[in-house]
């Protein structure tokens, strides 16, 4: 599951204690129109792979600026590598991860060197400034909130379920930074 979510360059915007994503992150879109920010798009609006219905008018609903870059990125995580016909780049390449008898840490740089490759592919991301897991020193350098027993738990957590979860922290070619949140078992 990936979940989306704003942030600022000094916050991050991740979640709370949370193991999955926070449901309805309201994401904003790029900005008042003239306000010189490049625009981030706009799409279909899509719910569990489904095309999502305007009850004031009937027709698809649609989603602008941040809302449509966070659930094109989202589609991209969520597409295995390959399987996307006309464009075989496309996607995540999550098979590769259970392919060989490698360790956790291995595991997890493969991961983050694939969600960089996936993310950074889109031209309306800049940087994608940095991937962590929650278990990582570095994912409670940007959580100071946390105190010391909720870091054991979660690293206790972690590595007891093998449920992993990866903050990506991307910059956006509007000025914007958007926090991706994907997790799922390192097997």
């Known amino acids: 599951m990936t979940n989306p979510?704003?942030?600022?360059?000094?916050?991050?915007?991740?979640?709370?204690?949370?193991?999955?994503?926070l449901p309805g992150l309201g994401l904003p879109g790029s900005g008042a129109p003239g306000s010189g920010a490049p625009s981030l798009g706009r799409s279909l609006a899509v719910e569990a792979g489904d095309l999502v219905i305007d009850e004031r008018t009937g027709g698809p609903a649609m989603v602008e600026g941040q809302e449509a870059l966070a659930q094109a990125l989202v589609l991209a995580v969520e597409t295995q590598l390959g399987s996307d016909r006309v464009n075989t780049g496309f996607?995540?390449?999550?098979?590769?991860v259970g392919?060989?008898?490698l360790g956790v840490h291995a595991r997890k740089e493969y991961?983050?060197?694939?969600?960089?490759?996936?993310?950074?592919?889109?031209p309306r991301v800049t940087d994608v400034r940095e991937v962590t897991f929650q278990d990582d020193p570095r994912?409670?350098?940007?959580?100071?909130d946390l105190d010391a027993a909720a870091r054991d738990r979660i690293g206790w957590a972690t590595r007891a379920g093998?449920?992993?979860?990866?903050?990506a922290i991307i910059d956006t070619?509007?000025?914007s930074t958007l926090t991706l949140e994907s997790g799922g078992r390192l097997e």
């Open 99 to 101: 392919r060989y008898a």
């Open 111 to 122: 991961i983050r060197m694939e969600l960089v490759r996936c993310l950074g592919a889109d």
């Open 173 to 175: 070619v509007a000025g």
């Open 5 to 21: 979510g704003i942030g600022t360059p000094d916050n991050p915007g991740l979640p709370g204690l949370g193991f999955s994503g």
């Open 91 to 96: 996607g995540f390449d999550r098979l590769a």
């Open 162 to 167: 093998r449920g992993y979860t990866a903050f």
């Open 139 to 144: 994912f409670f350098e940007l959580r100071p």
